[in-house]
Nanobody
Framework: QVQLVESGGGLVQAGGSLRLSCAAS????????MGWFRQAPGKEREFVAA????????YYADSVKGRFTMSRDNAKNTVFLQMNSLNSEDTAVYYC????????????????????WGQGTQVTVSS
């Protein structure tokens, strides 16, 4: 059974930074990808970033490109989301997700292709 455990959320002032972590366990993570999604109150869950386990290829939503960086530690089955220059629109619950499937890159942007999800971690940016 796959388990994804997020950590690193919290309260930060606008312009500040946070680093989220997601530790994965329960199967071999050598293929497929990991993604970060977020959901703000009253809004739908949206894609933030994704990374492939094999090549470390990364993909970002336009709203976070240049501010957020996703990385991975294959040895520890852990992915990270470094978030800089945070603003109030980044306030949301952030979810880590995993898929064992190797897909065309644009499919990693869709939550439908992820089979496992973490419990979420709250990120609140105060202005």
């Amino acid at each position: 059974q796959v388990q994804l455990v997020e950590s690193g959320g919290g309260l930060v002032q606008a312009g500040g930074s946070l680093r989220l972590s997601c530790a994965a366990s329960g199967r071999t993570f050598s293929g497929g990808a990991m993604g970060w999604f977020r959901q703000a109150p009253g809004k739908e869950r949206e894609f933030v970033a994704a990374i492939t386990w094999s090549l470390g290829s990364t993909y970002y939503a336009d709203s976070v490109k240049g501010r957020f960086t996703m990385s991975r530690d294959n040895a520890k089955n852990t992915v990270f989301l470094q978030m800089n220059s945070l603003n109030s629109e980044d306030t949301a619950v952030y979810y880590c997700a995993a898929t064992p499937r190797v897909l065309a890159y644009y499919l990693y942007y869709s939550s439908s292709y992820y089979s496992d999800w973490g419990q979420g971690t709250q990120v609140t940016v105060s202005s």
